[in-house]
């Protein structure tokens, strides 16, 4: 596994943007494909954006697409999601992930595919 620690979170209004970091320690961060996942009060935790192991691939759910930009560098060990036009309902506990299988190049938006989970960062977005 892979030790990941998330930060950037905080209180913002809406329109507004954040930028998400998430530092890796411990295995070969180059090697594995990250995703952001995030999770509301009371609700399960979904799928936000995934980059490849490379960074040469991006998905993202239907809900952020436009507004949210995941990126990673490699060199840093850090894996990076720029938050834009941000609207009350992406008020959530945000997680980095680190997929269990390396030199992976397509997406799984499910948690059963990440075996590495940061301790979430909180995003709150007011009207």
């Known amino acids: 596994q892979v030790q990941l620690v998330e930060s950037g979170g905080g209180l913002v209004q809406a329109g507004g943007s954040l930028k998400l970091s998430c530092a890796a320690t411990?295995?070969?961060?180059?090697?594995?494909?990250m995703a952001w996942f995030r999770q509301a009060p009371g609700k399960e935790r979904d799928f936000v954006a995934y980059?490849?192991?490379?960074?040469?691939?991006?998905d993202y759910a239907d809900s952020v697409k436009g507004r949210f930009t995941i990126s990673r560098d490699n060199a840093k060990n850090t894996v990076y999601l720029q938050m834009n036009s941000l609207k009350p309902e992406d008020t959530a506990v945000y997680y980095c992930?680190?997929?269990?299988?390396?030199?992976?190049?397509?997406?799984?938006?499910?948690?059963?595919?990440?075996?590495?989970w940061g301790q979430g960062t909180q995003v709150t977005v007011s009207s």
């Open positions: 992930a680190a997929d269990a299988r390396r030199y992976v190049s397509s997406p799984d938006y499910t948690t059963r595919a990440y075996d590495s």
């Open positions: 411990g295995r070969t961060f180059s090697s594995y494909s």
């Open positions: 980059i490849s192991w490379r960074g040469g691939s991006t």
